[in-house]
């Protein structure tokens, strides 16, 4: 066994279902026969040039078809609406595929909102279009998954057709749904996914796409977020083991076992795994092990056991080879794209490998020059990793430079990758493979942009009329409106000027000199003057702003932290913030990451003093609203030791400064004004005007930054999941002498 180092190691990334990609895929999409869907001979008729239906596709297809033939036999929808519903509902299952194809996302879910006008209520149809919003990525209310749940009660559907219903209300991890009744979803999920995997009326090949459905029902039950959700599913399916496929069995109990002896170790570094843990975990993959190796004798040919074994060998608890296991599974499928990507994870340092056989990954996906397939473009994703682990072996969490990306020869072959695929026949016509044109010209664009080559970057743009696609730029960049901006600037009319303002600002330390930051604000004057374009002018507005501002704090005055549409001046650290104006922006949850904060870009020396007005929904208790210091990173790349200052509803004051917290009870309101004052060795919150907490410690030395927002995570997908930020600005302070009392500094609302 050549990995060595597998115990001080993570969890199990190759546990993270790749139908979820599918899913939130952003370009599938299709009016396909729904005729042909209930023929008797059950023929699925080929949509898309150049990428006949696999065997397996058919399979899938064939089985899904099953919803199409169910809503003819018990819908209440007249009959001339019934095809135009059955299409719709093929395109949808069109995009599930291993390999979706269709023509958008949008024109899908705009066929459901025509049905939907036109007065269908049938809750199957219904289940479809939550399907086709999550493709699009464009659900934002749970409520409405539970109205479609609720439907299923008025209309006598077998207990089935609930399953595309109940599968997309787990796919989105609803906070509506689980807290509020989880119970009766629950049962209700292990009663369909059992009679489902049961079905002795299953044709071999759709036994595989069963489990390919599971994937994303069961994700990875060794987080404790999915834990509750998924455990009553687990024990659900090895109650009826016996009732199932063979091969089923088998894979579910490894799948079974893999996640208890994860749930068990824990997916912290090897260091933090109690010494009790070990040999259950061993166990648990051991057994796993012995269940994969009896489905692969069940089907030598089906790929899903040898997917699965890598995973397992990386772990180094079974005395297996990850790289046998991945040339395996390739052999038997070199269209895995889950082969890949578990092998990708068992090639980080972490786990034994180096990011130099991890580049190496990259290039062998971009050898296989096979465009209909998605290995080709693994590339790209192998490279983003290499990124990731040079930045994390730095301690580096937060990062914008991308130096693999600059390399000879990277940024030439992910253009010979993305061509390739456009070019590609089964990208020609109406109906295309995913991903579709205006997709592939985006990440074209996001790969420039990485690269440095942002002359090429703002053609793209400009042959696309401005029209990138939103989910590819918001995957690749958290700020893609600053991004295009700052694009645009740097190679218009006022770029060289751009560049001299920002190279002279980044050669001085903070405080910056008043002359400099009086040049630079006539550089970007200049520039402003310069180029007519509107997205270069809106970028150096902002900065002509920030550098007044700055000016202002030399001056002793206040220097207000203003919003702009791209947070051009701001670094979002986590959540989606939107601008609501110059002084205002909003944040909801992002599932990803635990931190709804944002950070200025520009430095201010200490001692200073941070105001801000801050609100989030009444119901949000227990959330962290304030303000941050990042300190140190730990050992697992997470800020976990910050100095914090701030209130959590309904009536908490919380301060952790110097790891000495103190909570404070205090009536609080929706909205609270809140200044915080830090110097070396001085902390202070006010609140609503009044001093809540004083803090003297000698030990305490402010960091270089600050983040403001809501910590920790907020309601995710809920409409109580928001927090509003207003009103941030800085100003020089002076902290009191020991002994002498502090007072208020213009306490009050900020303008």
């Known amino acids: 066994m050549r990995r060595t180092l597998a115990r001080h190691t993570w969890g199990p990334a190759f546990l993270v279902p790749f139908l979820m990609a599918v899913m939130t895929s952003p370009d599938a ?106 493709q699009e990525g464009a659900l934002r209310s749970e409520a409405f998954i539970t109205q479609v749940l609720k439907g299923f009660d008025e209309i ?39 009679r489902r995997l049961c079905d002795p009326t299953l044709e071999p090949l759709m036994v595989r796409v069963v489990f390919f459905e599971l994937r994303v029902v069961l994700g990875n039950s060794s987080a404790p977020e999915n834990r509750t959700q998924v455990e009553p599913i687990y024990k659900g399916c090895m109650a009826v083991k016996e009732k199932m496929d063979p091969w089923l069995q088998h894979m579910i109990t490894a799948q079974y076992l893999i996640d208890e002896g994860w749930w068990m170790r824990g997916n912290r570094f090897a260091q933090y795994v109690s010494p009790a843990a070990w040999p259950i975990f061993h166990e648990k993959l051991v057994k796993a092990k012995g269940e994969l190796l009896e489905a692969l004798k069940l089907h030598p040919d089906w790929v899903e056991p040898a997917e699965l074994m890598i995973g397992v060998a990386m772990t180094g608890e079974t005395g297996d080879s990850a790289d046998e296991w991945f040339e395996k599974a390739v052999a038997l499928d070199p269209d895995s794209l889950h082969a890949y990507s578990s092998y990708l994870w068992a090639l980080r340092p972490r786990w034994g490998g180096s990011v130099e056989e991890m580049y190496q990954l990259a290039i062998r996906a971009a050898d296989y020059r096979k465009y209909d397939s998605r290995v080709p473009a693994f590339f790209l994703t192998a490279i983003e990793d290499v990124e990731e682990e040079l930045h994390l072996a730095q301690n580096e969490v937060i990062y914008e430079d991308h130096p693999v990306w600059r390399m000879p020869g990277v940024y030439e072959r992910a253009c010979e990758i993305l061509d390739g695929m456009i070019k590609h026949p089964s990208r020609q016509g109406e109906i295309v493979l995913y991903p579709t044109y205006e997709v592939l010209m985006t990440r074209k664009f996001c790969v420039a942009c990485r690269a440095g080559r942002l002359q090429e970057a703002r053609q793209i743009a400009d042959q696309l009329g401005g029209k990138l696609s939103e989910p590819v730029l918001f995957t690749w960049y958290q700020q893609p409106a ?111 990451y635990p931190r709804t904060v944002i950070r200025p870009r520009a430095s201010f020396p200490w001692p200073l003093e941070v105001e801000f007005d801050i609100q989030t929904h009444e119901h949000n208790h227990g959330v962290f609203l304030g303000l941050a210091v990042p300190r140190e990173l730990n050992e697992e790349f997470a800020p976990t030791n910050d100095d914090r200052l701030g209130v959590a509803l309904p009536d908490e004051i919380w301060v952790t400064v110097g790891k000495k917290p103190i909570c404070l009870p205090s009536p609080l309101f929706r909205l609270n004004h809140l200044k915080v004052q830090l110097a070396d060795g001085y902390a202070a919150l006010w609140v ?64």
């Not at 299709?30 to 001979?41: K, L, N, P, Q, T």
């Not at 006022?494 to 330390?509: D, F």
Request: aromatic residues 10%; proline residues 9%; glycine residues 6%.
């Open 156 to 194: 006598c559907y077998p207990e089935e057709a609930r399953w595309v219903a109940l599968y997309s209300a787990l796919a989105v991890k609803s906070s509506v749904l689980f807290p509020s009744n989880p119970g009766n979803l629950s049962g209700d999920l292990v009663r369909v996914v059992t």
């Open 482 to 592: 600053r991004l295009i901006a700052e694009m645009y600037a740097l190679t218009g009319k006022g770029a060289e000027k751009i560049k001299a303002a920002r190279q002279m600002l980044e050669g001085v330390t903070p405080p910056y000199p008043n002359n400099v930051l009086e040049k630079a604000k006539q550089l970007f004057e200049e520039a402003y003057a310069a180029d007519d374009h509107p997205q270069s002018r809106a970028y150096c507005t902002v900065w002509i702003r920030e550098l007044e501002g700055l000016l202002a704090f030399n001056a002793g005055d206040w220097c207000p932290l203003r919003f702009d549409p791209g947070f051009t001046r701001w670094l979002i650290i986590g959540g989606v913030w939107t601008y609501e104006d110059e002084n205002t922006a909003v944040v909801r949850a992002n599932p990803s």
């Open 29 to 134: 999409g299709i009016r396909a026969e729904s005729r042909a869907s209930h023929e008797s001979d059950g023929e699925i008729p080929e949509v898309t040039p150049g990428a006949p239906f696999t065997p397996f596709e058919r399979a899938a297809l064939k089985l899904w078809s099953r919803d199409i033939e169910m809503y003819r036999k018990f819908t209440w929808d007249p009959p001339e609406m019934q095809d135009e519903a059955a299409e719709f509902m093929r395109a949808v299952q069109l995009q599930f595929l291993p390999r979706p194809r269709g023509r958008d996302p949008r024109i899908t879910s705009a066929m459901g909102e025509k049905l939907f006008e036109k007065g269908c209520r049938d809750p199957l149809v219904r289940s479809y279009y939550v399907l086709a919003l999550l």
């Open 688 to 751: 609503n005007g009044t001093l809540m907490v004083e803090v003297r410690d000698p030990n305490f030395r402010p960091g270089p930054k600050f983040d403001v927002g809501a910590l920790p995570q907020l309601f995710e997908r809920s409409e109580k999941g928001w927090a509003r930020l207003r009103n941030v600005r800085v100003r020089k302070f002076e902290p009191p002498k020991p002994g002498e009392v502090a007072r208020a500094q213009d306490i009050g609302q900020a303008p």
